[in-house]
């Protein structure tokens, strides 16, 4: 049979066997309609077709199969690779365990509102109840039903007729407000029914485009009190990241102080002089200062979904109150805020665009005021000179950020990786100590203090919300695959990676230099800590010493042992960044120093006082 792509159709064809297409087949041409590149997930017998499609796919430079090591990691890796594209995130697995792995990275989605496509495979469908092999039907082991809880839609597909019309219904609800993960199980035979041909009958990527909906009256409203607010503060979150060089403008503007929640964190330069910190789980003494501040009179907060990390663990005092102005395009996140003095519904980018319009002119000049961004000197390895620049905020333990001691203090870790990675690294921070440490003292040398930013040009990313154990380790594959060409850090733990660095191995068969950081303290540090900070007993955090860069030279990857700050600047960056695969940096850190997790101990003590 011979095969072509018809690009205008966004579809593989078979030029002389059209009979042989199969619903499998039109699934691919659909992803491929909406520029979809990978699929990640597991092969297995009952999801064969799709992976014959793929494979005739990726034959004509189409949509192709990523191999993960466990389900849970495809899924991983789809968020990192919806996240940096915007495109939505593909990923499967076939019936039984299969699909049963998957379920963590999708509720890790779900909660942190990330839309997936969830492909998982049945056994056929005369064989339902029949004790079929990883039968996982309704007279099964219920995968759909486990799905129902973290998904935004979640179907069987039980006739070949009825695929397209939910194929468009799951991907449109996938992007609808909340966003998240949808679910089609589908069972072998419908994978592999014949269909007449392997063009999509539906512009899906036509009904993905969103129209552009403004709430102008409450957008007057803003105006107004903007015209009149004697001190302003803008709270960014993650969902601020289309409009963030307008913000900055319109923050320059009114001289507005610059917070960030802990997911908004990569969106801002931490050295913008207008910048003060972030506020929420790990953040900065000087954000709280900053919204304690008896002269301000209006918070506006952007793209913020006010869970218990980006609102300072319920903050009714400085934040969820009645001076608060909520900024969002997801009207779900309102729910989180209905205490607020006024609610701006729409597309933030055309929100601030009209801003821009209404109070900047074109021959404006508005000058970065507060003392604008000086920098001190220092120098790069070779000796030449660098300029740092100043932070306007303090650090909880500034001794330790400048320590040379060994083993290496975290803070001191995290204040290196900006000087030794280049200013356009993304950093990607693991459940537990990893993403306490980067959120309070990872300031990359962002140097994009005003002007347009890429959409997706976040530097900074944790696993919030569902906090998987070894989210980032996927994540951080998927993302190197959106950012070809530029750096891929994931900072996780030594428990994490225990859980899921197997992962590691498809960033070697990929050929992707991400560069994996451990923080090797040989225990969980997080409960460990936690444990000691709420005078609870200590148990079950110790780990047994590993040698990780052992573990990952067996594997393929390059790897170094890393004890202290010396030893990590005689590292060959450059070569590291460029080379055609991984990199895991075994660091030793101080086994005692306390991560900057108060916030969370203040909520854990609150719920057991109540």
């Not at 729910?335 to 109070?359: C, D, Q, W």
């Given at each position: 049979m011979e095969e072509i792509l018809d690009r205008k159709k966004n579809t593989v064809l078979a030029k002389t066997s059209p009979s042989l297409f199969t619903i499998s087949d039109l699934l691919v041409s659909y992803l491929d309609q909406l520029g979809i590149k990978y699929v990640f997930g597991i092969p297995g017998g009952a999801i064969e077709p799709l992976y014959n499609a793929l494979a005739v796919s990726e034959r004509h430079n189409g949509p192709r199969a990523i191999v993960a090591r466990h389900e849970s990691g495809a899924a991983f890796m789809a968020s990192g690779y919806t996240h940096d594209t915007g495109r939505i995130g593909v990923c499967c697995a076939t019936t039984g365990p299969g699909t049963t792995n998957l379920i963590t990275g999708v509720a890790s989605a779900y909660a942190n509102h990330e839309p997936l496509l969830v492909i998982t495979a049945q056994t056929s469908i005369a064989n339902f109840g029949k004790g079929a092999f990883q039968e996982s039907s309704c007279t099964g082991i219920?995968?759909?039903?486990?799905?129902?809880?973290c998904t935004r839609y979640n179907t069987l597909v039980s006739h070949a007729d009825q695929f397209e019309h939910k194929l468009t219904t799951a991907l449109m609800t996938a992007l609808s407000s909340p966003c998240g993960p949808v679910h089609l199980s589908i069972p072998l035979d419908i994978l592999r029914t014949k269909f007449t041909s392997g063009v999509p009958n539906y512009d899906i990527a036509h009904l993905l485009t969103k129209p552009s909906l403004l709430d102008y009256s409450a957008l007057d409203q803003l105006c107004n009190i903007l015209s009149i607010s004697k001190t302003t503060l803008f709270v960014i979150g993650e969902g601020a990241s289309?409009?963030?060089?307008?913000?900055?403008?319109?923050?320059?503007?009114?001289?507005?102080?610059?917070?960030?929640?802990?997911?908004?964190?990569?969106?801002?330069s931490p050295y913008h002089p207008l910048f003060c910190g972030v506020v929420g789980f790990a953040g900065h003494q000087c954000a709280v200062d900053a919204l304690e501040d008896k002269n301000l009179d209006t918070v506006i907060s952007i793209g913020t979904t006010f869970g218990e990390w980006g609102s300072n663990g319920w903050d009714k005092q400085h934040l969820l109150n009645s001076r608060l102005i909520?900024?969002?395009?997801?009207?779900?996140?309102?729910?989180?805020?209905?205490?607020?003095?006024?609610?701006?519904?729409?597309?933030?980018?055309?929100?601030?665009?009209?801003?821009?319009?209404?109070?900047?002119?074109?021959?404006?000049?508005?000058?970065?005021?507060?003392?604008?961004?000086?920098s001190n000197p220092g120098s790069n390895k070779d000796g030449s000179c660098i300029e740092i620049p100043v932070r306007r905020f303090s650090l909880d333990d500034e001794e330790s950020y400048h320590s040379d001691s060994s083993p290496i203090k975290p803070p001191r870790l995290m204040?290196?990786?900006?000087?030794?990675?280049?200013?356009?690294?993304?950093?990607?921070?693991?459940?537990?100590?990893?993403?306490?440490?980067?959120?309070?003292?990872?300031?990359?040398?962002?140097?994009?203090?005003?002007?347009?930013?890429?959409?997706?040009?976040?530097?900074?990313?944790?696993?919030?919300?569902?906090?998987?154990m070894g989210a980032a380790i996927g994540c951080a594959v998927g993302t190197a695959l959106a950012r070809k060409g530029q750096p891929v850090v994931c900072l996780t733990g030594d428990g994490s990676f225990l859980m899921s660095g197997q992962e590691i191995t498809v960033a070697v068969q990929e050929k992707l230099p991400v560069i994996f950081i451990i923080l090797n303290d040989s225990c969980l540090g997080m409960v460990k800590h936690g444990q000691r900070?709420?005078?609870?007993?200590?148990?079950?955090?110790?780990?047994?010493?590993?040698?990780?860069?052992?573990?990952?030279?067996?594997?393929?990857?390059?790897?170094?042992?890393?004890?202290?700050?010396?030893?990590?600047?005689?590292?060959?960056?450059?070569?590291?960044?460029?080379?055609?695969?991984?990199?895991?940096?075994?660091?030793?850190?101080d086994t005692e120093a306390v991560p900057p997790m108060g916030m969370r101990m203040k909520v854990l003590q609150k719920d057991t006082h109540q």
């Open positions: 219920n995968t759909v039903g486990m799905m129902e809880y289309e409009a963030i060089g307008d913000i900055q403008s319109i923050a320059t503007h009114f001289q507005a102080t610059l917070l960030t929640t802990p997911h908004g964190k990569g969106l801002i909520h900024i969002d395009e997801q009207e779900y996140n309102f729910t989180y805020s209905p205490m607020a003095r006024l609610h701006v519904r729409g597309n933030i980018s055309e929100i601030f665009n009209h801003l821009k319009n209404n109070f900047l002119t074109q021959d404006s000049s508005h000058p970065i005021s507060r003392s604008t961004a000086n204040r290196l990786l900006p000087k030794l990675f280049p200013p356009n690294t993304c950093y990607i921070a693991d459940t537990g100590n990893s993403f306490t440490w980067a959120t309070h003292y990872l300031h990359p040398y962002d140097r994009r203090i005003t002007g347009k930013r890429n959409a997706r040009g976040g530097l900074f990313r944790a696993c919030f919300e569902f906090s998987s900070l709420a005078g609870a007993e200590s148990i079950g955090t110790a780990i047994p010493p590993t040698d990780f860069s052992a573990f990952a030279q067996s594997m393929g990857a390059q790897a170094f042992s890393i004890d202290s700050p010396e030893d990590l600047m005689q590292l060959d960056i450059d070569e590291i960044i460029n080379r055609p695969g991984p990199t895991l940096l075994d660091v030793h850190i």
